[in-house]
């Protein structure tokens, strides 16, 4: 399934099984697209723009397997044109249908808890209640292409039910039955049936549209009828998931909300006109608009020789998936006389965003050569080879960058990432306590990687952090805020409960 699987998280100790290099290049050509994995069919967007890096990601896993080979990833829905164009009659597709109740509830459990810890990204989880339609337009684009897969090849797909996954079904015998395979039966299913949210809040229903309603539940009819195993009910199982104990703390909520002026956060505002702080905020946000043609010409009238405006906009070009015109950028800025070691190391990203391994490598090491001292340099070309499947060169790399850095959490979680990938937790557990400065991030990981082989002690690592974490005032304050922005009142409630929820369960 890949070499650098997704590390694991507090919400999902046993990882996504999702190779990073597939997430990553697929995210890419989002970006491109000038959308991400929240698309709705809300724009236009091409999943052939850039087959030419699938075809390379294709060469890639089959120079680095032994065999079969393959991948998981939900953005994959939406780009079935073109992994079937690449494929063609070698594509086998094991699709799992879950009615879209679960789907969203899921969503919007994920991102309100978020919000409830103060963890991830709060303008993207915050998202999802300011459109709240949006959650059930992303299950519509993903299924749309899902349906015309299912009835263009047919006998290329084994199609089960999410519920009879969690009811048992065997499922590797089925996938050898259906493909004519011979995998391991008795690899152990990682299904956690603890992470699976099989209900859906009736809340849910009240929050959107009938005509959305009656969209989703007639795409769901005619993708049912392509199903091989199911179980005797695939009905939607809904519940109503308030108590008084999260309706007492919802009131509270919403009675502090209230009192709070609402501020209008939910787009980017307008750049500055001074043109440096155009660049800097370019680069820093890439939800804002670029035109690189643009800046480009205003850069070679204003500032030709100005290496840190070349960097801004590389660093921009980059962060919204065009590594060929942030290498471009790269190259006038060395043209400038500005070439710090870092330079060599964005142009590794570049190199790697295009699955140039070699070029990357190259751009890593000179990088390494010029400045030994910077540990992020470290951790590019460990990554890189972690990608490659090379173990041993990318734990080596980091084992001796270590202790020049024994600060530095960065190169820790690194380095445990790589033990874990090859089945050393329990070491990887052991370096990140041995951490004495430990940043959120390293937390996170570190109760993770307890969970996955000591699941009641992570909890309860999980529970001291959380029962700290919610006492602070900043993130009350941020939830406040986050609740205050949202100017459909049902949306407010809904995450209020929801939050409130999240606080009684811990």
């Known amino acids: 399934m890949g070499t650098d699987l997704m590390p694991p998280a507090i919400s999902n100790p046993d990882g996504h099984f999702e190779d990073m290099p597939l997430v990553n290049l697929h995210d890419r050509i989002l970006a491109l697209n000038e959308t991400d994995w929240r698309y709705h069919d809300e724009s236009n967007f091409d999943p052939l ?6 075809s390379r990601y294709m060469k890639h896993r089959q120079d680095t397997s032994n065999g079969l080979w393959g991948v998981k990833d939900p953005r994959i829905c939406l780009f079935l044109p073109a992994w079937q164009q690449l494929l063609n009659k070698q ?28 963890e ?3 303008r993207l989880d915050l998202s999802f209640w300011q459109s709240p339609e949006q959650a059930a337009r992303m ?11 299912l009835e263009e090849s047919p006998n290329q797909c ?9 009811e048992g079904l065997p499922l590797i015998k089925e996938v050898n039955s259906f493909f004519n395979l011979e995998l391991d039966t008795a690899t152990p299913s990682p299904i956690r049936h603890s992470l699976s949210h099989d209900s859906a809040n009736v809340s849910l229903q009240h929050m959107l549209p009938g005509s959305l309603l009656i969209e989703l539940e007639t795409l769901w009819s005619n993708l049912i009828q392509h199903i091989k195993h199911k179980t005797k009910d695939e009905s939607p199982n809904w519940i109503d998931e308030t108590d008084s104990k999260s309706s007492k703390t919802t009131h509270n909520l919403l009675r502090i909300v209230k009192s709070k002026q609402v501020e209008n956060s939910k787009n980017p505002g307008p750049l500055s006109r001074d043109f440096q ?3 800097i905020a370019l680069a820093s946000d890439p939800k804002l608009p670029l035109n690189a043609d643009e800046v480009q010409r205003e ?5 030709r020789f100005s290496g840190i405006a070349w960097e801004k906009l590389a660093r921009a070009q980059l962060s919204r998936g065009d590594a060929i015109g942030a290498k471009n950028s790269l190259i006038q800025m060395m043209i400038s006389g500005r070439c710090p070691p870092f330079v060599y190391m964005l142009l590794g990203d570049c190199y790697k965003a295009e699955l140039d391994y070699a070029g990357a490598e190259h751009c890593y090491q000179h990088a390494i050569n010029l400045n030994s001292n910077n540990p992020i340099f470290h951790m590019r070309l460990s990554a890189l080879w972690l990608i490659q499947g090379r173990y041993k060169k990318a734990t080596n790399l980091l084992q001796q960058a270590r202790p020049n850095h024994p600060k530095h959490s960065g190169i820790a979680i690194a380095l445990s990432n790589c033990l874990d990938q090859q089945g050393h937790t329990n070491e990887a557990i052991e370096l990140l306590q041995s951490v004495t400065e430990r940043p959120e991030a390293l937390k996170n990981r570190l109760i993770a990687l307890t969970m996955k082989v000591n699941h009641p002690l992570g909890k309860s690592l999980f529970k001291a952090k959380v029962d700290l974490k919610i006492k602070q005032p900043d993130l009350n304050n941020s939830i406040e805020n986050s609740l205050a922005n949202l100017k459909n009142l049902a ?10 929820a999240h606080w009684e369960s811990i």
């Open 120 to 122: 991830g990204n709060n």
């Open 299 to 303: 850069i070679q009238k204003e500032a």
């Open 277 to 279: 702080e155009q660049l």
């Open 49 to 54: 723009m850039r087959t030419d890096l699938l």
């Open 491 to 500: 949306a407010r409630e809904d995450l209020a409960q929801r939050i409130a």
């Open 139 to 149: 299950w519509l684009a993903s299924h749309r292409r899902i349906l015309s897969l």
């Open 158 to 166: 084994l199609v089960v039910s999410h519920r009879s996954l969690l």
């Open 91 to 118: 594509g086998r597709y094991l699709v799992i249908l879950r009615h879209w109740s679960g789907s969203i509830q899921s969503l919007w459990h994920r991102h309100s808890r978020n919000l409830a810890l103060g």
